[in-house]
């Protein structure tokens, strides 16, 4: 935003940035925490021991349903991840993905889904739907183990809220990473990765999910830390420059 500001409007004053935070209750779980939500969650309870066994990963997208995501781009590296599944890769655990939140193309991408379960495209990947309340919403974020985000920014210069919130509560984002903002928020390798095809998405998800773990442990502490800088932080970090008070 910076950037565009003296750019394009020839912005000569300084610019201090302030970030978007999460609010307080979006906090990382501990791993009793974690299955205790999971277990009462009603998407996630009947298949709890499998997620404590490590044979079932929980990933989680939150979308208004509108132009500005396509949910085709997650749903076709789902097909190509369960293919792999259940032939080259049969290591790779089985995949629930829920999905929050309501929007004008919500039945049409539904419709999409329940044509690949009847085709029998989507063995090894559950896709459920939901509309949660704040709290249930801030504890899936925190209990899930990999967040996606399909928001494609026209500016180029906003920073999705929903990942603001997904690293808040200490979980991994994938995001589409083609827009000029991304990096402020997202950084490559360390609380997150970005994409920018259907192909990369879906060897991204492969190589977290399929490996030893240490890859997607490794983007758990990067979100983890991140968590841990809120609005009081940010606040004084900038304003305390601009006051010089820090």
């Given at each position: 935003m910076a950037h565009v500001l003296k750019r394009d409007f020839r912005v000569d004053a300084?610019?201090?940035?302030?970030h978007d935070r999460p609010v307080s209750h979006f906090r990382p779980y501990d791993s009793q925490k974690r299955?205790?939500?999971?277990?009462?969650?009603p998407e996630t309870a009947p298949f709890v021991d499998e997620i404590?066994?490590?044979r079932l990963k929980v990933i989680v997208s939150s979308t208004s349903w509108t132009m500005d995501e396509d949910f085709s781009?997650?749903?076709e590296a789902l097909?190509?991840?369960?293919?792999?599944a259940i032939t080259s890769h049969p290591h790779l655990p089985e995949v629930m993905v829920i999905i929050t939140g309501k929007g004008p193309q919500k039945e049409h991408y539904l419709a999409k889904i329940a044509d690949l379960d009847d085709?029998?495209?989507l063995e090894m990947v559950t896709i459920k739907t939901a509309w949660l309340s704040t709290g249930d919403y801030a504890s899936l974020l925190a209990s899930a183990d990999l967040g996606i985000s399909l928001h494609k920014s026209t500016s180029g210069v906003d920073l999705p809220m929903k990942v603001v919130d997904m690293l808040g509560s200490g979980l991994p984002v994938v995001g589409w990473g083609e827009f000029q903002a991304w990096p402020e928020l997202v950084k490559e390798g360390v609380n997150g990765r970005g994409f920018?095809?259907?192909e990369e998405l879906q060897a991204i998800i492969v190589e977290l999910l399929g490996g030893d773990g240490q890859q997607l442990q490794r983007l758990r502490l990067g979100a983890r830390k991140e968590s841990q800088k809120g609005w009081d932080e940010e606040w004084d970090s900038v304003a305390g420059r601009l006051f010089e008070i820090s």
């Open positions: 300084p610019i201090l940035v302030l299955l205790a939500f999971l277990g009462r969650f404590e066994k490590m781009l997650l749903l097909v190509g991840y369960s293919e792999l085709k029998d495209k920018a095809s259907t």
